[in-house]
């Protein structure tokens, strides 16, 4: 990935490249912070305004941790990035 990319587009980009496009692919915060080495409520700051724009979806899952997935309109996002 690239340096000069906004750390809100790299994690768009890992959830594509995570294949999470589903609620059954969702992943976790936790697992998106430690690939970023950045603690989890910036992850979910950063995925919920992104959520507020369309891009992702979150849930809480049976055990209580918040998982994201990308829409088709994130899918189409994260696309953008590369062209």
Do not use: W
Request: charged share 30%; with cysteine.
């Amino acid at each position: 990935m690239r340096e000069d990319v906004p750390l809100r587009e790299k994690l768009l980009q890992t959830l594509h490249n995570l294949c999470a496009t589903a609620p059954e692919l969702a992943r976790r915060s936790e697992e998106l912070a430690q690939v970023f080495q950045i603690n989890i409520e910036e992850v979910e700051g950063i995925l919920s305004s992104c959520e507020a724009e369309g891009y992702t979806k979150s849930f809480v899952d049976s055990e209580g941790k918040k998982r994201y997935y990308l829409t088709g309109t994130g899918i189409i996002k994260v696309c953008s990035i590369f062209t």
